[in-house]
């Protein structure tokens, strides 16, 4: 793609679409050091906070049309994206580790269906062992409402992977 086809496909853009656009291209940058970025810039990710130490913490995501599926309400995939993005930072938070965990197993229930708004991830971690990390989600909207729960089983990482040559 030309310099001139990318510029004639903006062209067409209200305000809104091309802040839309201006912030996917620095997370599409930012992803070259921090690879979810791209991802979290779409689902409008929040990093949370620690509840209650090593074993409850809280990530945000806002749900906006482009992650809607066509019965305009959050498509799955996003959803379970979205939990397993926050269980995977709160290895993080729980470990101080820079080199991470990844996902074994993910088993996420759909309770009912998100539209709008801002959702919340309520992370319990139910064993953490040396390797092996088990965690618990319940997904709310605003009405204090679950949308959604998940279990997870994630690995962590001995050493940080790179790119295989």
């Known amino acids: 793609m030309t310099d001139d086809a990318l510029f004639n496909e903006i062209q067409d853009l209200n305000p809104g679409e091309r802040e839309?656009?201006?912030k996917l291209i620095h997370a599409l940058k930012r992803s070259r050091v921090s690879p979810l970025a791209f991802i979290e810039e779409l689902m409008h990710f929040e990093r949370g906070e620690e509840i209650e130490r090593e074993r409850l913490y809280e990530h945000k995501m806002e749900v906006t049309d482009v992650l809607k599926n066509r019965f305009?309400?959050?498509?799955?995939?996003?959803?379970a994206t979205f939990i397993?993005?926050?269980m995977g930072e709160t290895v993080f938070q729980m470990t101080g580790s820079t080199n991470g965990a990844v996902t074994l197993d993910l088993k996420v229930n759909f309770i009912t269906p998100a539209y709008?708004?801002?959702?919340t991830a309520k992370t319990?971690?139910?064993?953490k062992?040396?390797?092996i990390i088990v965690m618990h989600t319940r997904?709310?909207?605003e009405k204090d409402d679950v949308i959604a729960t998940a279990t997870g089983t994630f690995y962590r990482l001995k050493h940080q992977p790179g790119p295989k040559a």
């Not at 305009?72 to 959803?79: A, F, N, R």
């Not at 709008?116 to 959702?119: Q, R, V």
């Open 20 to 22: 839309k656009i201006h």
């Open 72 to 79: 305009g309400m959050l498509h799955g995939g996003i959803t």
């Open 84 to 86: 397993d993005t926050a």
């Open 116 to 119: 709008d708004g801002w959702l």
């Open 139 to 141: 997904v709310y909207d």
């Open 124 to 127: 319990e971690v139910v064993k």
């Open 129 to 131: 062992g040396k390797t």
